[in-house]
């Protein structure tokens, strides 16, 4: 189970940290990757990044390198996404996900774990 926070709304060029806690015997066992997704209204689901559960390499839609940083707490089972210099055109449902796969990258299809979303509308 993913299960995602830190959503909500901010201005333009402000900051937020989303978090992703991960929970269940699954996880620990299985999930080798974990990443990030956005999908805004209308729109298809979109790569943010996503990182090396084991190594933490990570890897960035080319929208937000520079601005957002994943980063993941091991002893907590937690992921996180560090946005900054937030644009309007960040604005989505962000989700969490989990692969078993070693470098699953921006391919959605080999994620096997989603969380529900979380909200976040960026202001100008």
């Known amino acids: 189970q993913l299960v995602e926070s830190g959503g909500g709304l901010v201005q333009a060029g402000g900051s937020l940290k989303l978090s992703c806690a991960a929970s269940?015997?699954?996880?620990?066992?299985?999930?080798?990757?974990m990443g990030w997704f956005r999908q805004a209204p209308g729109k298809e689901r979109q790569f943010v990044g996503s990182i090396a559960w084991s190594a933490g390499s990570t890897y960035y839609a080319d929208s937000v390198k520079g601005r957002f940083t994943v980063s993941r707490d091991s002893a907590k089972y937690t992921l996180y996404l560090q946005m900054n210099s937030l644009k309007p055109e960040d604005t989505a449902v962000y989700y969490c996900?989990?692969?078993?796969?070693?470098?699953?990258?921006?391919?959605?299809?080999?994620?096997?774990?989603w969380g529900q979303g979380t909200q976040v509308t960026v202001s100008s």
């Open positions: 269940g015997r699954t996880f620990s066992n299985y999930v080798n990757a």
């Open positions: 996900a989990a692969s078993q796969n070693w470098a699953p990258g921006a391919n959605s299809r080999l994620y096997n774990y």
